[in-house]
């Protein structure tokens, strides 16, 4: 902001051009002072001068050509000899400075001239509150001065500027604040209370035509920063890496480029017009249609143009688009990220069975042995009944049955743990349907025998609950992670005086499995980190980390929740909280 120290009027001349085709009286009150007929004529000049001026502006003149018709008119009526009518502006720091709207010009050599020309019609700023007119915009009040040069107020003059025998700096206010002034100075006689009663008029006028300015003003920089607003939210759907589709009644009417890139059209322009309900899967339109919780983004299948399914994660909203209701869809592209999720599972799946290969062998082991020692038996048997001729009716032929049955029996233990690890590997299949929890808990309590006997005592304490609608495979790998990880959380030795506690029950429309252990619990410090990926406290190459993670998003993905209590030296229970009622499914 540049600061400027000195004024600047114009001619008599001039001034004369400005006022128009309105006759003037020489000076009234030095010619008149006291006459009742030249002070009622002078009043009549202003307050016609004052109407002309408010129906110009309404009418909408230039401001700047007002406000020299009304300077103009300050110094006729004041036989001033220059002046100026300032608007009062703060800075960012709440100081005030004072912009003129009007200012006669009183430059006194060529380069002051050249500033003028330059300056005034944009307005000059003068920031120096040490002065007369300063003095009026820090106190808001009039400031008389007909002896300046000895004012304490006065800020000085430069060389060569004209003389300065009086002036008078008059603020005008709004309801609520100080919003200009105007200062003139050389009126013959001095200033007084009346020239300034007589100034009211014109005051109120100059207040209220800044105001109007300043509420212009206020208007067309609410129209830019709206304008300025639009074009950044256009900048920012458009460049968005999400996809961003905006529909009103079920059919699409802007889609950015990411949109266009997810379902495989060139531009957005493409995808106006259709209904979104050929943009996605049979039966995931709702997801396009109801508003959901960002924390909470739908899951839906897009169609791409290729043939293609894409699976994105969207928040869908409503919105105020072109001045109307809409709705829009902001979509996440999610499709490799849940092909890594699934390799993960597998990942995190095959560990699982890796630290469990020993105990399976053994499981399966057990049987074959007895299952080959009786067939050897049968074997041994039958030959030596053969070549006797003895039949199997007597001893030795029951003999020879039970063997077999024991055979037999030994094979479908065979056939169950292969059963169990089929359906715990089973990683495909993604289907959903109605489970037994606690056939699934039996099942995984199978699986972890070999990491639990040498450990602890498997207490089973099953509540009758309702089958919850999830995929066995899925809450299969859930449970057995944490059987395994309540098995390694109890050293090896007391198998008799450790315990693992696994319960159900129903409770609120959910099923409550709990699994408690009396292991080495977890600090404080560890809890909030369990289900982070890759945090893990056991020791290295036992475990991924990823386990309590992805039991994590198995529960998150039914709906449910997880909840863990531990204390060091006295154990730890998980307890999972699965809802009963049957989730939407995407349809594949």
Known sequence: MQEVRYQIHGNREERDQVSGRMEWPNHPWSAGKGDPASELRASHLLLQALTEVQTEFIQGREVPQLFDKLLSVLLKLTGSEYGFIGEVLHTPEGKPYLRTHAITNIAWTEELREFFARQAPRGMEFTNLQTLFGAVMTSGEPVVSNAPAVDSRRGGLPEGHPPLRGFLGLPFHSATELVGMVGIANRPGGYDEGVID??????????????????????????????????????????????????REGVVVFANPAAACLLGHACGKSLRGRP????????????????SPVSAPHEVLFRHREGRRVLGEVVTLPLLFDGQLATVSIARDITERRQVQEKLLATERMASLGTLAAGVAHEINNPLSYMLSNLRFMEDELSAMAGSGEGLAGERGQEVREALKEALSGSQRVVDIVKDLKTFSRGSDERRGPVDIQSVLDLCGNMAWSEIRHRARLVKDYGGVPPVHANESRLGQLFLNLLINAAQAIPHGDSRGNEIHVSTRYEEEHVVVAVRDTGVGIP??????????????????????????ICHGIITELGGRIAVKSEPGKGTTFQVFLPVGQPPVLES
Do not use: D, Y
């Open 198 to 247: 007589f100034l009211q008029p014109l005051l109120a006028t100059c207040c209220a035509i800044l105001q109007g300015v300043r509420s212009e003003r206020r208007r067309r920089q609410a129209e830019e920063e709206q304008r300025r607003s639009a074009e950044s939210f256009r900048t920012l759907i458009e460049r968005s890496p999400e996809a961003i589709l905006i529909h």
């Open 276 to 291: 979104i309900a050929e943009l996605v899967q049979p039966g995931c339109e709702a997801g396009l249609i109801e508003p």
């Open 524 to 549: 404080e410090e560890n809890l909030g980190k369990l289900f982070h990926a890759f945090f893990t406290t056991k020791p290295v190459g036992v475990g991924t980390g990823l386990g309590l993670s």
